[in-house]
Every structure is written in C-alpha cells, then in structure tokens.
C-alpha cells in the first residue's frame, strides 16, 4: 500500500501531462519533431522517477524536478505545463519531512529557478516580476501547508510516545510502590524497633549489676514506640490521603498536608502568597514534596512544635520562595538550639532528596538550625522558567503564538492581488500594495482569534468601494482590492471553522461573510456607476443585488466553512481518543499503585501497629522482659512484610538489559542505625484522569 501511495500520484501527472502534450498536439494533427517527443516522454519519467523518491529523499526529489523543467525550455511551453505541479508536490513532501531551514533554502532555489525560466519565456520585465510573485506566493502556501502538516505529524508521534510509556509505566507502578513503601517502612521505624531489642535485651543482662539501666531501658522503649507507632499512623494515613492529587493547586495540596500533620500532633501555620495559590506542575510537585519532607522531619525531631509554611515569589526572579521553620522541641535549648540526633542527620537521606527536588528545577534548598532561635530551617528557591532566555529577544504578547505559517498564509493572500495590479496597471501597484497588505495582516491571527480577524478582514475590503468613492483608485486597482478581500475572507471563514468552536455554533459564519463580501461589491458598483442605487426602488434595488451576489459568495464560503468544520471534528476526534487512551492508562497505573498502598496500610494495621502498641503498654507497666518480646514480634512482622514486598516486586520486575544498575530494596536492619526518615507518599486516592494528570502521573517516581 506505501508504493502505491508513492507512485500512484506522479504516474498520474504523467499520464497527464503526455495527454497534454504531445497528446493533444498529435491528435489535433500538429507536427511533432521525434526529438521533442523523445525529450517529452524522457521528462515524464524523469519527474515520475523523481516524485516516487519524495518521501525518502524530498529535497533531492525538488531539485530534481526543477532541473527537468529548465532543461524543458527549448520545448514547447505545453511539454512542461504539468510538471509545474510536480514541483509543487515535491516542494510539499520537503515542507512535511525536512526541517524548517532546509525547507525555506529549497523553496528559495526553486523560486529563483521559477524566475530564471520566467525571464527565459516572458517578454516584459512586469510580467517576469508577477510571474517571480506569484511562483513565491505559491512556494509560501505549499511551505505553510507542509509545515502544519509536519507539526500535526510531531503532534502525533508525541502521543504515540507518550501512550507507550504510559503502558510501560503501568507495568510498573504497583512494583514502584511497594519499592517505595518497603524503604518507608525500612527508614521510618524498623531500627526504633531494633534499638529497643538491643537496649532491652542489654538491660536484662546487665540488669542485676547495673540496675538503673532497666529503668532506662523502659523509658527508651515507651519513647521509641511512641515514635514508631506515630510514625506508623502518619505513614498509613497518608496512604489513604488525596494530598498528593497532582491536578490540586498548590495551596490545597500543602493545607491539606498540614492538616493531616496536625492531627499528629504538630501546630503548623500555611502562608502560601496569592499569586502561588493556584500553581501546578513541576515547581508545585517540588515544593510539595519539600514541604512533606521538611514537615516529617519536624514531626520526627521536634514532636508538638510550631512550624511555619511560607511560600512566596521571589521579587527580583519570579522564582518560587520555600521556608519552611519549627521552634524546636522541649530541650532544644540545652543542645545550643539543635538536639543532638538533628546535628548528626543534617545532611542525611531527606535533606538529601529534598535537594534532589530542587536541583532538578534548577534551584537550591538550605538546610540547618536556625539563626534567629531554636529549631531547624529549610530554605529552598525554585525557578518558574518564566523568564526569557538569554540571547533571545522577548516576543510582544500580541506576537506570541506565531510562526512561519501564518506569515506565509498572509504573504499568499496579499501576493495574487498584487500580481494581477502589476500586469493591469503597473504604475499602481505600489498604491494597492498597502490595501492589500491591510486585508491579509488580519491572518496572522486567525487561529487564536478567527472571529475577529475574519471581522477586521471584513471590514478593511470596505477600503475598494472608500478608494473608488474618493476618486483614489482605478477601478480595475478597487476589482483587484475587492478580490484580496474577497480571498482573505475565505481563509477567515475556513479559520473559523476550523478554530473558532464547535459547527453549532460557527455555523452562521458563511452568511457573515457571504453579506460583508455582498455589501462591498454593492458599493463598488454603486461607485461605478454600475447600479445606480438613487433613483426611486433604489432600496429595492439593493435588497435584490444583496440577496443575489450573498447566494454567490455563500455557497463556496460554505464549502470553505464545512472544510474548516470537518478538519476540526477530526483534528478533536483524534485528540480526544489519544487524550482518553492515555488518561485511561495512567489511570489505571494510579489505581493500581492506590490498591497497592491499601493493602500495604492494611496489613501495617494488622499486625505491626498491635505489636508496637504492646510495645508501649508493656514500658508502662515495668515489664521489660515483655518489652523485649513486644520488640522482637512487631520487628518480625515488619520484616515478614518487607520480604513479602521484595519477594513480590522480584517475581514482577521484568529483565533489563546487561549493564543497567538495578535498584535494590535494603534489608531489614540488624543494628540501630541513625537515618533522617523519609517521608511517606502522599498520594492515596486516586489521582484525577486527563491530559494534566497523564503529564504528571508519567512522571519518574522517587
């Protein structure tokens, strides 16, 4: 089916251009020499041969064919007529598959090859400048056609893109989760549960010599479970939490946040600055999981503190301002503002990723005590990107959004008109320029705003029957200005269906421009004296040549309307199926990780949470030899559940390739080991569906 797409169109003009000629020549019974008839079939194969490669090799094919039609001159001017187009297909096929330079170089080659063939064939220096206008217009249009083509196939290789890794990352997300998760629970309580085996077990032995340990040992235990049954709660509940629903803006996300650490038991104050409020995206999710971590370690460190949340604009930047500040727990004081465990775990595994989060922005994060008191402070600064790039001029916002195909669109509407002024009325042509520069300028902006462009087109054809009125206009230079608008109303009314909204409601666009085109003409021959609108039934008159040149405008402005109408059908159809295809996976990936995390919580709930709290029972009731017990049962249940998630994460991890580090899960831990915790995910409910939630959830997890 491919070699039929890519010969079946230059078989075509072939064929068509030898019925053309010598086809018709031989039949009308004129004389043809055996030499231009060879060159004639020798040319059709050559520009077949070259049209059949245009999709390989588009910039070969163009000059290819090019060069067969300079060397088609000493022939009769039929011999070649068709090849014409076949420049235009090849020229096509370089806009679509080349880039935007290499495209521009070869329409600038064929351009001066167009005009040296023009000098070649045409007498006249006027009709050589129109021939070079219109062959450039032509090259601007098949450039702006082929470039929007190029970007709607980028469009959709993109999507192609992002679907297959939205597949490949719901492969993985249950298995991301549970590697998550298992280094949750491995930093956050598993050695607080195997400090208090050792401890206890060291007093029990001691215990007769040195009886004051024991005591110790059960105060140890009664803190350490403490701590590890709130760490536990916090972890399971924000399993459960919607926090982390990427599509939230930022304030919610971080006030829901703080709500749930203050039901543990910490006092935290939410400043987030008006114009932050709303942020999504990157910068939010950084500063999110900043605010997370920054809040667990307080909650970890300095358990029942004040905490101050403060996120603000950067004045001198635009950049996102992170603070994040307790006061300390009781005792801080006694350890010059900052308890012992901090001043080990500054620059341990959650200041660590929190600086990994701020690094991948481009940003920084400032992490230890704080200067004006007790406590500890995160700093962190994070750049929007709003901010121009060096070396590169800021684009006026009325300019931005604009590319090489509108200006090509306008500069084809305004070259036609200008053409046909400079054969009629060469002496004119620069006092139409302007008119007709006016009418195609609107065009610019017809996809971000058809309406009004198509009513400033609309409204600048009034200048034809203004020009003739005033007496400053030839009347063939006012049927040229009339045409220029006539052709840029069509390229409106296609905008608007195309851009404007759904046919419901563009519908009455042909009629629109149907009346303004009508009206215009009106006036034009009114000032012509044509139709005579000032004798009596004038104004009857007028309502008969509205109704008959509007039925003449309308019909092909219909057409173009229902185009542009059913290119925006199609356009939103297959956006819609790539946006649902991909909102569906990344759907179920996130489903998929959020009944991951509820089972998780549930077996937390079952059999570690029991144990821990035994744990704490038995500290408060004197009976170390429990304590121990309680130590040894909740840490056994916790390494029952790291090992089913690493057996499970195994039996799913699909091969890589030779060379490609694997990430491990730790083992549980034999000895206490000093860890800054790591803050437990946030996101528990499923994560909204959308084009927005595909683009954050397919983010690289942690």
């Known amino acids: 089916m491919e070699r039929i797409r890519n010969w079946l169109l230059p078989v075509l003009l072939a064929i068509q251009q030898l019925a053309f000629w010598p086809g018709r020549a031989l039949r009308d019974g004129d004389p043809v020499g055996a030499v231009p008839l060879a060159a004639a079939l020798g040319a059709a ?24 039609l300079l060397a088609c001159l000493p022939l009769p001017e039929d011999a070649a007529l068709l090849h014409s187009i076949s420049v235009l297909v090849a020229l096509y096929s ?40 219109v062959t450039g217009a032509l090259v601007l249009t098949v450039l702006g056609l082929g470039r929007g083509r190029r970007r709607w196939h980028a469009g959709r290789r993109a999507a192609a893109r992002d679907l297959a890794r939205a597949e490949a990352e719901r492969g993985r997300a249950a298995t991301i989760e549970r590697q998550r998760l298992a280094r949750e629970l491995h930093d956050v309580s598993a050695h607080h549960l195997t400090s208090v085996v050792v401890t206890a077990d060291a007093a029990l032995r001691l215990g007769e010599r040195k009886p004051e340990l024991t005591a110790q040992a059960l105060e140890f235990a009664a803190d350490s479970g403490r701590e590890t049954l709130a760490s536990l709660h916090r972890l399971v509940a924000m399993m459960r939490t919607s926090a982390a629903d990427e599509d939230s803006a930022l304030e919610e996300r971080v006030g829901e946040l703080a709500d749930g650490f203050a039901r543990l038991g910490l006092r935290p104050a939410v400043d987030v600055a008006q114009g932050l409020a709303a942020l999504t995206g990157p910068v939010a999710d950084a500063a999110f999981g900043i605010v997370r971590e920054a809040l667990t370690n307080a909650l970890r460190y300095a358990p029942g503190a004040a905490v101050r949340v403060c996120v603000a604009v950067a004045d001198d930047e635009g950049a996102v301002d992170l603070t994040v500040e307790d006061g300390g727990a009781c005792g801080d004081a006694a350890a010059g503002g900052v308890p012992a465990a901090r001043q080990r775990l500054g620059s341990g595994r959650g200041t660590t990723g929190m600086r990994e989060r701020a690094a991948a922005l481009g940003g920084t994060l400032e992490a230890g005590p704080r200067e004006d008191g007790p406590g500890w402070s995160v700093r962190a600064r994070l750049p929007r990107g709003t901010a121009a790039p060096r070396g590169r001029v800021a684009r006026h916002p009325a300019l931005r959004g604009l590319d090489a195909t509108d200006g090509a669109t306008a500069l084809a509407v305004a070259a036609f008109p200008v053409f046909a002024v400079l054969v009629e009325r060469p002496s004119d042509v620069w006092l139409a320029t302007g008119p007709v520069l006016a009418h195609a300028l609107p065009l610019l902006w017809r996809r971000r705003a058809p309406w009004a462009a198509l009513c400033a087109v609309l409204a600048l054809t009034w200048l034809a029957p203004l020009g003739r009125a005033f007496g400053l206009l030839h009347p063939d230079v006012a049927l040229c200005l009339l045409v220029s608008g006539g052709v840029a109303a069509c390229v409106g009314v296609f905008a608007v269906g195309a851009y404007a909204g759904p046919a419901r409601v563009t519908w009455p666009v042909p009629a629109v421009g149907a009346g303004g085109l009508a009206l215009a003409s009106i006036a034009v021959a009114s000032a012509d004296g044509i139709a005579d609108l000032r004798t009596e039934g004038g104004f009857g008159l007028l309502l008969f040549l509205v ?136 996101n528990g409910a499923p994560a909204k569906t959308g084009p927005a939630a595909a683009r954050t959830a397919l983010e690289p997890s942690e």
């Open 94 to 133: 370089v806009a679509v598959r080349c880039d935007d330079r290499r495209a521009a170089l070869v329409g600038a080659v064929l351009t001066a090859a167009e005009a040296v063939r023009a000098a070649v064939q045409l007498g006249s220096a006027a009709e050589v400048g129109g021939e070079v206008l």
């Open 45 to 68: 194969v050559a520009v077949t041969v070259a049209l059949g490669v245009r999709r390989r090799h588009p910039a070969v094919a163009a000059l290819a064919v090019e060069a067969v």
């Open 547 to 682: 109704c008959a040149v509007g039925l003449a405008f309308l019909f092909p402005l219909a057409a173009l309307w229902a185009v542009g109408a059913a290119v925006r059908t199609r356009r939103e159809r297959v956006r819609a199926y790539e946006d649902h295809a991909l909102a569906a996976t990344v759907h179920s990936a996130v489903v998929e990780a959020y009944e991951e995390r509820c089972r998780i919580a549930e077996e937390l709930r079952g059999e570690v949470l029991r144990h821990a709290s035994d744990v704490i029972t038995r500290a408060e009731a004197g009976d170390l030899k429990a304590v121990a017990d309680g130590a040894r049962a909740a840490l056994s249940a916790m390494r029952d559940l790291l090992s089913t998630l690493r057996e499970t994460t195994a039996s799913a991890t699909t091969p890589t390739p030779p060379g490609t580090p694997k990430e491990t899960l730790p083992s549980p831990p034999t000895l206490p080991r000093a860890r800054t915790a790591k803050s437990a995910p946030a």
